[in-house]
């Protein structure tokens, strides 16, 4: 896809990872919607780049996907690409595990990337052409130890992803995921620190990084798909 003057919908976009593709893409010529809860931080990221709206809101909010969707073609006349990046990641072993938490965890980063996926795939059927991008994680192609519900979340958005690939072949409309390893962002922020020692034990790669895979996923000639890259540190030992 040649991305000058593409419209992408980025989600979770005011830090970390989707910061990262929102000025990735941005200079790659591309016009952006972006939503997050932080309207400063989005306000903030918007100004320093070329052509951007924002919409600030929870993604978990089940009328913002149509918003979003309407936000860009109001804004820009069109929409070709969607990154599901919104997500955090609740861990723990099963006597200390805040479930409510859990079930939050659920509802940001398998609910909402379902109702975003749907409302913008149902656009590209109308226009013939799109390409949806989760951002998935090596969590959910491996388990490990008080992190159960958040593979489950991620296995969830893989198989998702793969599935949406197949229902779409032949229609101009490409899926694909994004998973990375760890990552040095601010989702473990509220991580004791023997858990974050634990994650980053083979080092961290930078939201750069992943940004670059989602450009050259995007990049690709059209007959061609990724559905899936992952992405880690050198030294990753799980």
Not at 70 to 98: C, K, Y
Not at 191 to 208: D, I, M, N, R
């Amino acid at each position: 896809m040649d991305l000058q003057n593409k419209v992408a919908l980025i989600t979770g976009a005011s830090s970390g990872i989707g910061k990262a593709i929102a000025q990735s893409l941005d200079s790659a010529g591309m016009k952006l919607v972006l939503t997050a809860r932080s309207q400063g931080k989005l306000d903030e990221l918007a100004a320093s780049l070329q052509q951007a709206k924002v919409l600030a809101g929870a993604i978990t909010d089940p009328d913002i996907p149509q918003k979003l969707l309407d936000t860009a073609l109001d804004t820009f006349g069109q929409l070709d690409v969607v990154i599901n990046n919104a997500g955090v990641m609740t861990v723990g072993a099963i006597e200390d595990v805040d479930i409510e938490a859990i079930c939050d965890m659920v509802r940001l980063n398998v609910e909402s990337v379902y109702r975003m996926a749907y409302t913008a795939l149902r656009h590209f059927k109308t226009t013939g052409s799109g390409f949806l991008i989760n951002t998935s994680s090596i969590a959910g192609l491996k388990t490990a130890p008080q992190y159960g519900a958040y593979n489950g979340t991620k296995y969830a958005i893989e198989a998702f992803t793969d599935a949406l690939r197949m229902e779409l072949a032949g229609t101009g409309i490409k899926v694909s995921a994004i998973a990375p390893g760890t990552v040095a962002t601010g989702l473990y922020d509220h991580w004791s620190q023997e858990e974050k020692a634990y994650v980053t034990s083979g080092g961290a790669l930078q939201p750069e990084d992943i940004a670059r895979c989602v450009r050259f996923v995007l990049e690709q000639p059209d007959h061609l798909l990724i559905p899936r890259m992952l992405a880690v540190p050198i030294n990753q030992p799980v």
